[in-house]
């Protein structure tokens, strides 16, 4: 079982309809982060939180939104996507901004 | 810029070994690092090695650094069907084990077991 647990695995919607994922770890991390894997290309780093605050983004569009409310927890609020956004959306966690990353399983997301 | 290449697809046979080779571009980078990813999983660590090391083993996996080519392999003894994943090459700049929002990904080599 996996320490960092994403929810939905699979998701599909529209590109006028408004969703979320959800990303939850129980390794008593305090920095979370939002990845984007698309095939062939390199893992993108959209947003790092450390302790809440945001650290980084990546200048990633506003139709993503993260929210972090607690260190256990991370949002990505997905709005009027583009088919282009499909892809796999994985979080990770780590002790520090330093420390090893631990990812969840994905969200793969198919933009209709 | 950083920039990290692999490429995309291996082949190997069950009990041969296997080499992942991986090149990236940044001379500082202090850390490298390899990342496993299994069907329908997220990526593990599977290993790093820091940037004064040539060579680093753990088990079946030993890693070799030539940093004079700026040239990173990864090889598997023994390849077994569990090996079958998409394998990441990744390097960081981070000045201790690696501050993780400065980690650049490669584009993952499948590798594929046959028997």
């Known amino acids: 079982e996996t320490g960092v647990t994403q929810t939905p695995r699979h998701l599909v919607m529209g590109m006028t309809n408004k969703k979320s994922l959800k990303c939850e770890q129980h390794?008593?991390?305090?920095?979370m982060y939002w990845y984007k894997q698309s095939a062939k290309k390199p893992l993108e780093l959209m947003f790092v939180?450390?302790?809440?605050?945001?650290?980084e983004n990546n200048s990633v569009p506003s139709r993503f939104s993260p929210e972090c409310p607690n260190s256990s927890h991370l949002f990505l609020h997905l709005h009027t996507l583009q088919p282009e956004d499909s892809a796999l959306y994985l979080c990770?966690?780590?002790?520090?901004?330093?420390?090893?990353?631990?990812f969840g399983e994905g969200s793969r997301l198919t933009v209709l | 810029g950083e920039d990290v290449e692999q490429s995309l697809f291996l082949s190997v046979r069950e009990g041969d070994s296997s080499v992942i080779n991986c090149t990236y571009t940044?001379?500082?980078?202090?850390?490298l690092y390899w990342y496993k990813q299994e069907p329908g999983a997220g990526l593990q660590l599977l290993t790093y090695?820091?940037?004064?090391?040539d060579m680093k083993q753990d088990q079946r996996l030993t890693v070799l650094l030539n940093k004079k080519d700026k040239h990173l392999s990864l090889r598997i003894a023994d390849t077994q069907t569990g090996d079958s994943a998409i394998y990441f090459c990744?390097?960081?700049?981070?000045?201790?084990?690696?501050?993780?929002?400065?980690?650049?990904f490669g584009t993952g080599t499948r590798l594929q077991v046959t028997l």
């Open positions: 939180y450390n302790f809440k605050e945001q650290t």
């Open positions: 390794l008593g991390h305090n920095a």
């Open positions: 990770a966690s780590s002790l520090g901004p330093q420390g090893e990353l631990f």
């Open positions: 990744a390097e960081s700049i981070g000045i201790n084990t690696g501050t993780a929002s400065k980690l650049t």
């Open positions: 090695i820091f940037s004064n090391m």
């Open positions: 940044d001379s500082s980078s202090t850390y």
